[in-house]
């Protein structure tokens, strides 16, 4: 009877680990964060992704009730030219102050509007048309600073062993998607889930 009992234990043991292993991955080794007090969560994400669109209004309203201990991040992912170019307009728009103004409707242009916006002129008429003064575009467009957040960009997709988007990082320890998590929602459990286990470590 002992037997059956320990054997049941150890197999709904094993369960739970494998339901978790399915879940995320542990990334090995894992990344610095920038801020050793907070729990880091970064979302490798692609303008042109639809699975990174349909996945943004779940992400949205989870930011609006995430942890006070988190710092969540959102890390465009670069695999080729066209990537970078929208990775650009993301870096502009944080240069600029304004990603909580365009972010969405960046994603809308070009998933349901189907614009292009790859090239400066593109991206300047779109920025104009949401407040944006047409130099101060330009110059963020033509700095330093952003194409210093480029090269970055090109070197973290492949540190953290992101193959597609979206892709979540936890706590520079953990990778989940959609591909690992089931769902769009499961993302969130998983990141609920190890955001609190990171906590208690805390």
């Given amino acids: 009877m002992f037997k059956n009992i320990a054997f049941f234990i150890l197999f709904s043991l094993s369960s739970v680990l494998h339901a978790e292993s399915l879940s995320y991955?542990?990334?090995s080794p894992p990344q610095?964060?920038?801020n050793q007090d907070k729990i880091e969560?970064?979302?490798f994400f692609w303008y042109g992704?639809?699975?990174?669109y349909s996945f943004e209004p779940e992400l949205a309203e989870w930011i609006k009730t995430m942890p006070e201990n988190?710092?969540?991040i959102r890390q465009p992912a670069i695999f080729n030219s066209l990537w970078g170019k929208h990775a650009k307009a993301y870096f502009v728009a944080e240069a600029l102050g304004v990603v909580d103004k365009v972010h969405a409707d960046f994603f809308d242009a070009i998933q349901n509007k189907k614009?292009?916006?790859s090239s400066e002129d593109q991206m300047a008429e779109f920025f104009i048309a949401h407040g944006v003064d047409e130099s101060a575009f330009h110059n963020s467009f033509n700095s330093f600073l952003v194409d210093a957040k480029l090269r970055q960009a090109?070197?973290?997709?492949p540190r953290y062993g992101i193959t597609g988007v979206p892709a979540i990082i936890i706590n520079g320890k953990y990778k989940t998607n959609g591909a690992l998590a089931g769902s769009h929602k499961k993302i969130i459990e998983v990141m609920r889930q190890l955001i609190e286990q990171e906590s208690q470590l805390k």
């Fill in 70 to 72: 988190v710092e969540f």
């Fill in 41 to 43: 969560i970064i979302e």
């Fill in 115 to 117: 614009q292009k916006l």
């Fill in 25 to 27: 991955q542990t990334l």
């Fill in 32 to 34: 610095p964060t920038k």
């Fill in 154 to 157: 090109k070197a973290m997709t």
């Fill in 49 to 52: 992704c639809p699975h990174c």
